[in-house]
């Protein structure tokens, strides 16, 4: 079949490239609001291109610049109301706007998603000729949604190779190079097309319309299609066609006192009244109160129910994966965090945790997976797996979890993981829960099939701006989640803890190293400071536009002068904008952190930042706007410029303030 | 990279209510004529509408006191029900304000009073004639600004936006968009006011040839939510005195939009000589008088803007047409005095312009000739008999406000004539109007208090509540011609930009190294209200239009 096509190819500089950029509409996240049945309402508010898609959309048209003739195509999935939106992007230089819309799509999870998005690509506007070229750029995640799987999950629907969360691409008439983010810096990548690329917002900026543009995008005919046009069986899409389902979905209640508002009449008087006012409380501790009480009371034990009678879905599928991520030689902290929950997943439901080790000389690190909770190391050694990539990594775990069957496997939510997961689920046909924060066992009453599904895997994840807690669960093994790095705290290490290593040895087609690693940059290493550090200093976007840090370095500097261990993080919008790594990320997407003290500067408490501090032992917030939403989660507050504050608060620290801390060399 | 050109048949620059009301009566009219089977001729009507601001309203702030008689007018089919108005006037006091008291004029002042008049969120009524435009078949296109006129043999021959993906200096990015070009018969400048293009064409075809130059003043709003039962619901205060001085022109006023919200603001005259008046300062002064806190006590702040108010009244009314142009609204400066109302006259001056351009288009004829008949019928019109008796006010007031209340005095007996042989006032431009800093020994306007931060607040936190933004990549929108002229300004007259700018784009910054004072522009904070373009004693600001869509937010002011 292939040699066929290969001997029919037409002249292939006839054949124009296509770029179809992935599009999603989303509604402004300030006006976020949830309908009664735990689902999005967007009916109400004010919507806009999701900011990711934009970045995606812009490196679409920055292919016009080499490829003069291509055809850029948008693509989205959604109520007729995305026309918006579609339109939007034909002003920006887009030629064709195609949309999928059928309520019966309403409720689909990303593993729907990415299977009809594929099919639309594919009977709509890809031909029939596999060796047609064309690219497929996506935005790294949805502000709504925020699971960055559909991507990957449309690349394996495909059958193309991909690249997530990339921060550059450059264009050459064979192939592509991108560098996307990794673990503490970038992988550089060279790709064959087709493929699809989803664009981080370090990228370039989305372009502005022009009034051409505009004037045209308002007579352009949007492609609409339903799912009988695309070939798409309802039963697969939809709330009952996908894998995985809401279980349900609670407010999340914050427990911090009120904020108390430190002034005085300069800064060196407010400094004065903070040192005070910190060393009246007692040594902070690294006990976390909010943390246990939020969790607590976010999640309620579910009421038995035997209304119907109970299944077990899992159809002998047994056993917790994990995949142990590596970086060099060293094992990635998320991929020893979630050996955390796996444990107690398997000794409640009575099973055993293999942990998949898969590089080129890593067998030695086998020894302390088990040490820190595995019962089972399954070894792929293999020269040609030294470096992760996705299309080998995916084959090599795919056959494994065929041999073995698991019920459940779990993935550290680095940006290996939150590409690898869905998929490899797409690929096995089971759902994924991305970035939870808390996995149990549960059971699921099924009033469709008049069933309790039990036992499952309760996936829980904040959604909807970190205002709710959602419990997602699948029905198909393996049940499948990411959990976020630096939520589940690392096991302690047992070093006679017996357990099996096992070498496996993959079949690997050549064609799963098309694509190949040009380079790996792992510049900023520090981002592992940001788990053990006492104090954080995390600054905004002001602090990166007004001093590129400089003050919050230093106030982290005179700290470890007196041998406090302190580091630095950043906003999803500092990062955004290019003023600090992305492994300095704290937030939503980023990392959670829970130092004894949190210090806020110009953070203007953007509630997906709050979730990845809210569980530090002390909060203060120096901010200049008293009406900032940081102090509704602080236990101190000033108002004031940090230019002026932080001066003073670095005075203080070199005469000896630690905000109650020990030193601890 | 090419420059698309478009081709329209009129095109209006700015979706304020000049030109949404130009374009809705001037597309009744076109209608109305080629619907009639007598008509063999069809007249065009493609009628093109650029707004800068990212959506229609987002840029429109007034008071808003307004009469809907012209309503009526401009849409005789809709309902008076219908019309967005927040409340009818119910209430309408004129204060006079001490700095500790507040009497209450036993009477209105001429032309001051509201009787029948209603109370609007002019950003709203802006967004329902945008609807109504629309539903008319006018393209209006928000979030894109005319920035550049293009003057060929004499004539306005079309304008372009801007460009956009360009850094600081201007260089192209790799995000770059070319400029549009729109060609169009006719041309309707409804800019608003000081609209920068505007300013271009009169100056490029000297169209204001011995006119008194255009005097302004400069209105900062805020809107407050405040306990109910502090201030009613369709209530109207104008107040005059506090914190101004007996010489200075201007007021504040407070309007009762809901039993819940107001709208506060405070204007003053440009022509104010001292360098360090501040017109944000002075509405944070008023705030704390006994009187406005009682209102305000309590309450929240909102939304903050500001805007500039064409005061020149007739005499400094520019030439209104020329070859395919006609300028309506605030960019002529229709404005009546002293009650500050330019709405109605923007609606009215916008559909004599429709008038005209529907002749123009029916005799294929858009030259200056054929469209002066837009300034001949402002002449027979009821706007030239509401500004013709006031033409001489503004011009008393431009030395002291009892000299003032002196000479408009005399102008209500003379019919508007006053002390004068010609029966004509002039006036300065408002930057001549500049007292030396050394001859304030030091005060400074409104004295240096902190702000509260519960009923006053600083530029930078009431810049927040205008919603302001703009991107950074880009290059300023406001040039400052000389940095040798700013120095000096700095020095004659302690840079009065930092003062006069109610959005802090102007900061006078003082170099560690050497002492030097310098300004540092800060264009991302700016309001779009042109108090620099007008203001600044050298001449040395020009202000420009930002990237379409970039600037405030006003949505409701």
Not at chain 1, 72 to 90: N, T
Not at chain 2, 242 to 250: H, K, R, V, W
Not at chain 2, 325 to 341: C, N, Q, Y
């Amino acid at each position: 079949m292939a040699a066929m096509a290969r001997n029919m190819r037409i002249c292939e500089d006839c054949m124009g490239l296509k770029v179809i950029s992935l599009m999603k509409q989303v509604p402004l996240t300030s006006q976020m609001r949830m309908g009664a049945d735990g689902l999005m309402d967007r009916t109400k508010v004010k919507s806009i291109i999701n900011v990711d898609c934009c970045f995606g959309l812009e490196q679409g048209l920055q292919i016009k610049r080499s490829v003069a003739d291509v055809e850029l195509i948008v693509v989205s999935m959604g109520p007729p109301s995305f026309e918006q939106s579609l339109r939007q992007a034909v002003s920006l230089g887009y030629d064709r706007a195609v949309l999928l819309s059928d309520r019966r799509l309403g409720g689909s999870d990303t593993f729907s998603t990415g299977m009809a998005i594929a099919k639309l690509l594919q009977s709509q506007i890809l031909s029939q000729n596999p060796d047609d070229k064309f690219i497929v750029f996506a935005g790294r995640q949805t502000s709504d949604g925020d699971t960055a799987h559909v991507p990957s999950q449309v690349a394996e629907n495909l059958s193309i190779p991909q690249v997530t969360f990339a921060v550059s691409i450059d264009y050459s008439p064979t192939h592509l190079v991108v560098k996307r983010m990794i673990e503490g810096g970038y992988q550089t990548l060279k790709v064959p097309m087709p493929c699809v690329i989803s664009v981080a917002p370090t990228a370039i900026h989305m372009r502005r319309s022009t009034l051409a543009g505009a004037i045209k995008s308002r007579k352009v005919q949007i492609q609409t299609y339903t799912l009988d046009q695309i070939g798409v069986d309802p039963a697969q899409v939809g709330l009952n066609g996908s894998p995985t389902s809401v279980a349900k979905v609670v407010n999340i209640v914050h427990n911090r006192p009120a904020v108390t508002m430190v002034d005085g009449c300069n800064t060196d008087d407010i400094s004065s009244h903070l040192v005070k006012l910190l060393d009246a409380t007692e040594t902070l501790h690294a006990v976390s109160k909010g943390r246990s009480e939020a969790s607590a009371a976010a999640v309620p034990e579910a009421p038995k129910q035997d209304k119907y009678p109970r299944a077990d879905f899992r159809n002998g599928a047994s056993g917790i994966f994990t995949w142990a991520e590596v970086h060099g030689s060293e094992l990635v902290r998320s991929s020893v965090e979630i050996l955390n929950p796996a444990r107690k997943l398997a000794d409640e439901l009575k099973t055993k945790v293999t942990t998949l080790l898969i590089g080129h000389n890593v067998k030695g690190l086998a020894a302390r997976l088990i040490a820190l909770g595995a019962d089972e190391v399954i070894v792929v050694d293999e020269p040609r797996l030294k470096e992760y990539s996705i299309l080998p990594f995916t084959s090599v775990i795919e056959q494994i979890v065929r041999e073995r069957r698991p019920e459940i496997a779990l993935f550290g939510a680095t940006t290996s993981g939150r590409e690898l997961a869905p998929r490899l689920g797409s690929r096995l046909g089971s759902g994924v829960t991305a970035d939870c924060t808390i996995l149990k066992v549960g059971e699921y009453v099924n009033n469709f099939s008049k069933t309790i599904w039990a036992p499952c895997l309760e996936a829980i994840r904040p959604t909807y701006g970190e205002s709710k807690l959602a419990t997602i669960v699948g029905f198909r093994c393996p049940q499948m989640a990411t959990a976020r790095p630096g939520t589940f705290e690392r096991l302690k290490a047992d070093n006679t803890r017996q357990g099996k290593i096992t070498e496996f040895s993959p079949v690997l087609n050549d064609s799963v190293f098309c694509v190949e690693i040009l380079g790996i940059d792992r510049k900023e290493g520090g981002d592992q400071g940001l788990f053990t550090a006492d104090v954080i200093i995390a600054g905004g976007r002001p602090c990166g536009e007004i001093d590129d840090f400089k003050l919050i370095k230093e106030l982290v500097a005179a700290l470890e002068e007196k041998g406090i261990n302190a580091a630095w993080g950043a906003t999803r919008q500092a990062v955004d904008h290019g003023y600090a790594p992305y492994s300095r990320q704290i937030g939503q997407t980023g990392k959670t952190v829970r130092p004894k003290v949190y210090i806020a500067v110009a953070v203007s408490g953007a509630i997906q930042h709050v979730s990845g501090m809210k569980e530090s032992g002390k909060i203060i917030a120096i901010n200049q706007d008293q009406h900032s939403n940081i102090y509704s989660c602080a236990d101190y507050g000033i108002v004031g410029q940090y230019q002026e504050m932080l001066p003073a608060l670095i005075k203080k620290v070199r005469s000896g303030f630690t905000f109650g801390l020990k030193a601890v060399k | 990279m090419d420059i698309p050109i478009i081709e329209t048949d009129i095109l209006v620059i700015g979706g304020g209510s000049a030109g949404l009301s130009f374009a809705i009566h001037c597309a009744d009219l076109i209608r109305k004529h080629n619907e009639d089977p007598a008509v063999k001729i069809k007249i065009p009507d493609r009628i093109m509408l650029l707004e800068k601001g990212s959506s229609l309203g987002n840029h429109s702030l007034s008071g808003a006191v307004i009469n809907p008689e012209v309503f009526r007018e401009l849409l005789p089919e809709v309902k008076s029900e219908e019309y967005p108005f927040e409340t009818p006037v119910l209430e309408d006091d004129t204060m006079f304000l001490t700095k500790s008291s507040a009497i209450k004029l036993p009477f209105h002042p001429p032309y001051m009073s509201n009787q029948g008049n209603s109370i609007v969120i002019l950003g709203k009524l802006i967004r329902w004639l945008g609807e109504i435009a629309e539903k008319k078949g006018v393209q209006v296109f928000s979030g894109f600004s005319a920035q550049e006129l293009l003057i060929e043999g004499g004539k306005l021959a079309g304008i372009r936006t801007n460009a956009s993906g360009v850094d600081a200096d201007g260089k192209p990015l790799l995000n770059y968009q070319p400029p549009t070009e729109v060609r169009a018969k006719i041309f309707i400048m409804a800019e608003g006011t000081r609209g920068h293009l505007t300013r271009n064409l009169i100056q490029a075809l000297q169209l204001d040839k011995g006119c008194n130059p255009q005097v302004y003043s400069l209105g900062v709003k805020e809107v407050w939510e405040i306990p109910q039962g502090a201030f009613n619901k369709g209530r109207v205060v104008h107040s005059l005195g506090y914190p101004l001085n007996f010489d200075q022109f201007g007021g504040g006023f407070i309007y009762g939009l809901s039993d819940t919200m107001i709208a506060l603001g405070y204007v003053a005259g440009l022509d104010i000589k001292d360098p360090t008046f501040d017109t944000h300062r002075a509405l944070q002064v008023y705030k704390k008088h006994p009187f406005v806190q009682g209102i305000i006590k309590n309450g929240k702040l909102i939304r903050y803007g500001a805007k500039t108010i064409p005061e020149g009244g007739l005499f400094a009314l520019p030439q209104l047409y020329h070859d395919g142009v006609m300028i309506i609204g605030d960019s002529a400066g229709f404005l009546a005095m002293p009650s500050l109302k330019g709405v109605h006259l923007s609606i009215r001056s916008a559909m004599l312009a429709a008038r005209a351009a529907m002749e123009a288009l029916k005799n294929k004829d858009y030259s200056c000739a054929q469209l002066s008949a837009y300034e001949k019928s402002f002449k027979d019109s009821s706007v030239y008999r509401e500004l013709y008796p006031v033409r001489n006010f503004r011009q008393a007031f431009k030395d002291n406000l009892i000299l003032g209340a002196l000479q408009f005095g005399t102008q209500l007996v003379t019919g508007g004539r006053g002390f004068s042989f010609s029966g004509r006032l002039t006036m300065n431009e408002d930057r001549a109007h500049c007292q030396k800093i050394e001859e304030l020994h030091g005060k400074v306007f409104g004295g240096n208090e902190p702000f509260d931060k519960c009923a006053t607040f600083d530029k930078e936190t009431e810049i927040f509540f205008s919603g302001t933004k703009h991107d950074e990549e880009q290059p300023s929108h406001i040039h400052v011609q000389s940095v040798e002229k700013c120095a000096t300004c700095i020095e004659t007259y302690g840079g009065p930009c930092q003062y006069f700018c109610p959005a802090q784009v102007f900061e006078i910054s003082t170099d560690s190294k050497t002492g030097k004072k310098g300004l540092k522009l800060h264009p991302s904070n700016c309001v779009h209200c042109k108090t620099c373009d007008i203001k600044d004693p050298y001449r040395n600001v020009i202000w420009e239009t930002p990237y379409g869509g970039d600037g405030p937010e006003y949505e409701n002011m």
